[in-house]
């Protein structure tokens, strides 16, 4: 079916009921069905947050949200960088599936089928409000309000380090610089003018109006990491150094080691370290802030009662760990992603869910209480019976791929229970794929890979076995793909 055609049997299925992503239901077109507010921030660490375990930092806003609503433990992003993995949840599809392999990637085209797009179709109003880093001529069915905060031209262009070139460079990256206190910032302003044209969009809002649904993009707690001084000293001097055992580096795959050479963060000095780690903190805290801003003012408005909310983000921050900053890893730190949904209406509050999940889970759940036909060949599946059951049988399974910049080849992730497996694509014909194994329930650290050791060939064989049949394809073919595709870029008319 193209997408014309997708677009219109859209259009007539809206003209009298859904067929739903997960189970075949009929939903009255007339019927209330909730208006939506996804909140996303950028390059959030699920673990500094006070709903999921962390007692230093200061969330009070995503605390209470949690307590009205479902916190989500082990929900991942579709891959460990901006543009990919919000390109991925605008489709609904992997990220090797529509070409969303780094941050200079669009969608095939910009009428795309997105979850803009058949929200659109089923009788709701699209927004969007802030960064989701889509090209400037493309906005795939959403209407922007609050101002032009995406424009960006993508050019598809990519490439991958020598995989033997492991010579390190001078001094440490200059993104070390931008660690310090300020009131000012570009990632302050933004987000400032997220808030207030997210808040005048909720506040000029009818409960007599269609259903709407509202993605407000914060950047914040992406770096730079510059925070107002009173959000800083909470956390001078409390946080905690990463933890790295002796041997682990020398022992990470060889991609983890070229992202380490190639941000330039290693023999970061110590001090530097605790100061970054600090300051994330407090922006976390002043996200946090921002966040309650919008939630008080949504509590107070026509249309409060009837609005899901969802918290959730891209993807995570390394702070450090394992050697690493940024994102751009498996790592729990990089590829868990924080999530919660609350509708007081429909859920109780305070219940939590353990399993494995996605972004692509997300949308389909949107889709399905939107009540929107989705397209046949997304990924993902509708969580709702999960939210409305917590005995819901759920397949406990994510998968994420990084396929970006300062790798020798691309990756790709399986969560299945309480293991993650990670396959690395071979580089050249020097450089073998490497695997990793872990047991996230005995080694929540991530130091112990067991892909290696002779009692663990058949999970490994299993996982990989799953792993392909979720892509598609093996990561091996799809990283040549991807390479075809860097040397082609794009047109641009």
């Known amino acids: 079916m193209n997408r014309r055609d997708f677009l219109r049997r859209c259009a007539a299925l809206g003209a009298g009921g859904f067929v739903l992503s997960n189970r075949r239901l009929q939903i009255n077109v007339g019927a209330k069905r909730p208006n939506i507010l996804l909140i996303m921030s950028d390059e959030h660490n699920a673990g500094v947050t006070g709903c999921y375990g962390n007692s230093v930092v200061r969330t009070p806003n995503l605390d209470g949200l949690a307590r009205r609503g479902v916190t989500f433990e082990s929900c991942y ?123 005048a969009f909720i506040e000029n809002r009818r409960a007599s109006d269609k259903p709407f649904f509202l993605l407000a993009g914060y950047l914040a707690p992406h770096f730079p990491l510059i925070v ?85 983000t891209d993807h995570g921050e390394n702070m450090g760990e394992h050697g690493l900053w940024w994102k751009n890893c498996m790592y729990q730190h990089a590829a868990r992603v924080p999530l919660i949904f609350s509708w007081p209406a429909r859920w109780r509050g305070a219940q939590r869910r353990s399993k494995a999940c996605s972004l692509l889970d997300v949308n389909r759940t949107i889709a399905e209480l939107a009540g929107a036909a989705v397209p046949g060949d997304w990924n993902g599946d509708s969580m709702v019976g999960w939210l409305d ?18 790798i020798a080849s691309g990756f790709a992730m399986l969560r299945s229970g309480t293991y993650k497996y990670v396959y690395h694509t071979s580089p050249d014909a020097q450089h073998p794929a490497e695997r990793e194994l872990y047991d996230l329930e005995s080694d929540p650290g991530e130091f112990n890979n067991l892909a290696g050791l002779p009692e663990y060939s058949g999970r490994v064989a299993d996982m990989h076995a799953a792993l392909v049949g979720e892509l598609g394809e093996e990561p091996d073919e799809i990283e040549q793909r991807c390479r075809a595709d860097y040397a082609r870029g794009y047109v641009r008319e």
């Open 77 to 199: 992003c579709n891959s460990p960088l901006c543009v990919p993995s919000r390109l991925s949840f605008t489709a609904g599809k992997y990220i090797s599936r529509v070409g969303a392999w780094n941050n200079d990637c669009w969608l095939p085209s910009a009428d795309y089928p997105s979850l803009a797009h058949i929200l659109n179709a089923a009788g709701y109003e699209s927004f969007l409000c802030g960064k989701i880093h889509y090209d400037r001529t493309r906005r795939y069915g959403f209407t922007e309000i609050g101002g032009n905060m995406n424009n960006s031209l993508k050019e598809g262009k990519g490439g991958r380090r020598a995989a033997g070139n492991l010579d390190p460079k001078d001094g440490i990256s200059g993104r070390f610089d931008d660690f310090y206190t300020a009131d000012d910032s570009g990632v302050l302003r933004h987000d400032r003018a997220v808030t207030e044209g997210t808040t």
């Open 228 to 312: 107002p001084e009173q959000y800083w000293q909470p956390y001078e001097g409390k946080v905690p150094m990463p933890e790295i055992p002796a041997g682990h580096l020398e022992s990470q795959p060889l991609n983890y080691q070229h992202l380490r050479i190639g941000f330039n963060v290693e023999d970061a000095p110590d001090e530097t370290v605790r100061k970054g780690r600090e300051l994330y903190y407090g922006l976390t805290q002043w996200l946090d802030d921002e966040i309650g801003e919008v939630l008080k003012v949504l509590e107070n408005s026509e249309v409060g009662r009837d609005t899901v909310v969802i918290y959730t």
């Open 389 to 406: 059951r917590p005995e819901h049988r759920w397949k406990d399974r994510a998968v994420s791929e990084y396929y970006a910049h300062n």
